[in-house]
């Protein structure tokens, strides 16, 4: 742990960072977390393992379902614009299998976003499908998404296609690390004028007690290079108390980027536990889409 707070501090201190921006002919409903529980981390998620929506941003963190996880999130937004996500994993044998799907409708007015070539009275919507297949030998996991994306403005539609992969060693319930590439070799429709911008994520999550007993306590490290942009950095945490299988976890996390970037320093979250379901909540003060973000939703494990 140590050695990898010591390369964070490193790459902060050599890389200046001068703020991501948004590329305005990618599909919207990706350059935001579908997560609540990742969104309230600042948008961490290589190493976040063992439920649904880890395939959004990794992949091989479903390979850590037990037997089936569901999840799914909702954001509303201002003018009727709303962004809604669902997840869902399944493991059989030493696969596991997602599926997922994610709607950004931009409402009344468009332009608001950072789009190109939309009219302002337009309807405008985002849609992505997730599909992925993760295979698992011990405590290593590897696996990939085949990703589709559109963008529908009134009656015209522009289509991408792209791939993700991924890696993860989970070792049991104290600590997993993770790794992926988001996008790998961008839109492969030739055709298309939509881009699908490549994002490296390198991840360590770490328990110090055990997440079965009363006391949660999570430590989170994520190291994000975005393409064309400087290096990410974030560290949050979660702690809670689960007594007979109801309790709140709280989290937060800090990213450093420059006060010119749209994407937030500090965003935290709220997750209600009741037995196998958790109702999650994510505060972020800014991102690339509106000021004030709130956004919720809910897990499930069986």
């Known amino acids: ?35 609540a529980r990742s969104a309230g981390l600042n948008g961490a998620g290589a190493a976040l393992v063992g439920h649904a929506g880890a395939l959004f941003t990794n992949p091989a963190g479903i390979a850590t379902v037990r037997h089936i996880g569901m999840e799914a999130s909702y954001r509303n937004l201002a003018d009727d614009a709303y962004l809604t996500a669902a997840a869902l994993a399944w ?30 009275t337009s309807h405008t919507r985002d849609l992505a499908g997730f599909g992925s297949l993760v295979y698992r030998y011990g405590m290593i996991a590897v696996g990939g998404t085949a990703k589709y994306a559109s963008r529908t403005v009134d009656a015209d539609k522009d289509r991408a296609l792209s791939f993700d992969g991924g890696a993860a060693i989970a070792i049991f319930d104290i600590m997993a690390i993770g790794f992926s590439i ?34 949660r306590l999570l430590s989170v490290l994520e190291l994000q290079w975005p393409e064309d942009r400087d290096t990410r950095i974030l560290l949050g945490a979660e702690a809670g108390i689960v007594l007979k299988g109801v309790g709140l976890i709280g989290r937060g996390a800090y990213g450093s980027q420059a006060s010119s970037s749209d994407l937030p320093r ?15 909540y994510a505060f972020r003060n800014a991102d690339q889409l509106e000021d004030t973000v709130h956004l919720v939703g809910l897990r499930l494990t069986l």
Do not use: C
């Open 91 to 120: 493991r059989i044998s030493q696969f596991d299998v997602g599926l997922g799907v994610a709607y950004f409708d931009l409402g009344n007015d468009p332009l608001r976003f950072p789009v190109t070539g939309v009219p302002a």
């Open 1 to 35: 742990m140590a050695v990898l707070v010591s390369l964070a501090s490193l790459l902060l201190y050599a890389t200046p960072l001068s703020g991501q921006i948004v590329d305005s002919t990618a599909p919207l409903v990706l350059t935001v977390p579908l997560s």
């Open 182 to 215: 988001e996008n790998i070799g961008g839109n492969w429709r030739n055709e298309s004028a939509l881009t699908m911008p490549r994002l490296t994520r390198f991840g360590f999550t770490m328990n110090y007690v055990d997440p079965q007993e009363t006391y």
């Open 266 to 280: 500090f965003t935290y979250g709220l997750s209600i536990a009741i037995s196998r379901l958790s109702l999650d």
